[in-house]
């Protein structure tokens, strides 16, 4: 059988992509390897170093990260553009900027971080555990009442705010229907989003003096504080991972006849827990450290109150508050309490999020067989 001449006789090779103008590699088969691109970041950055240190501004590091970023972004644009076509180089170009970016924003965090690690590691021994400061006037000492003072408000605070946030965010999405209660409730959590948090310490603490008289002060009343900071973000967050599960789930549980409710149980939230149980720990981790209304609501004490329905209390950002605005004689004790009493704030905040992350390993829906 006869084919015809102009017919190819094997397959069809797809034009080769040249970024555009018909010289150079394309993008799945660039020229600059990350060998290549590692060089040039190297060769950059003792560039950069070089001239800061000359310059005479000693090692800043945010001048030797913008001076890097800028010989970079120009070499890497300039060796591309002329390898690669105009394309890619404009694509490596974007991708530096937008690391430079990035790098300068890790900045404040990771110097942050740096110092409160080199400054709270002084005092981060067993007696900041096991002791407290009652009778303690210099060195020695703990923050044992603090610690256990933060555990138990923000506990009490996640016990009463997790469930109202969760169900008022399941009525939005699933039963109101933009009806006059839910544009209410909308309107009044965005209302309670952006509210000082001093105010929601006067709030509780108001409420309270008029039950029990002036001067009321207990941890059950910090906790009432911290409620109403928290249950806007438990709302919000968990509003929008719900609105996240297709509706294709809903309706195929509608159709084998499983009533709403238990369709929202067993269906809606094991798909959405994931996400709720992140929202859940960015509304603990926005709440535990909390001064102003701790300040108001609960105050400082020396010793150890595990009893949140009376007296005072004291709660680590009030006692590092504390310990560095007003320290005693002679003050370095007490500054570098605060500094450790800061450090386990955030290891604090650490753990909870590993909680989150182990919460959303084991309770999310599987999606193999």
Known sequence: MSTDEGTPRGPVKPPRDNGGDGDGASFLNPVISGKHILAIAGVSLLLGAGIVLGAGLGFHLVAIIVLTAVIYSVAIFVISRFVEGPRPAVDRLVTAIVATFFALAMVPLVSVALSVIELGIKRFDV????????????????????????LIITVIATLIAVPIGIFAAIYLVEYGNKNRLSRALTFFVDVMTGIPSIVAG???????????????????????ALVVLMIPTVVRSTEEMLRLVPNELRE?????????WLTIAKVVLPTAIAGIATGVTLAIAR????????????GITTGANLNPFSGRMATLPVFSYYSYATPGVPPQPFIDRA???????????????????????????KTGR
Do not use: C, Q
């Open 202 to 224: 006067l709030f509780a603490y108001s409420l309270f003096v008029l039950i029990f008289g002036p001067g009321a002060r207990a941890g059950i009343i910090g906790a009432t």
């Open 287 to 298: 709440i535990i450290g909390e001064t102003a209304p701790l300040l108001v609501t609960v």
């Open 127 to 150: 007696d900041f555990f096991t002791y407290s400061m009652r009778g303690v006037v210099g060195e020695g000492g703990g923050a044992y009442h603090a610690i256990m003072g933060t």
């Open 252 to 260: 195929a549980s509608y159709a084998l006849g499983v009533p709403k």
């Open 339 to 365: 500094w450790t009493g800061l450090l386990v704030l955030i290891i604090i905040v650490m753990a909870l999020n590993i909680i989150a992350r182990l919460i959303s390993k084991f309770f999310a829906p």
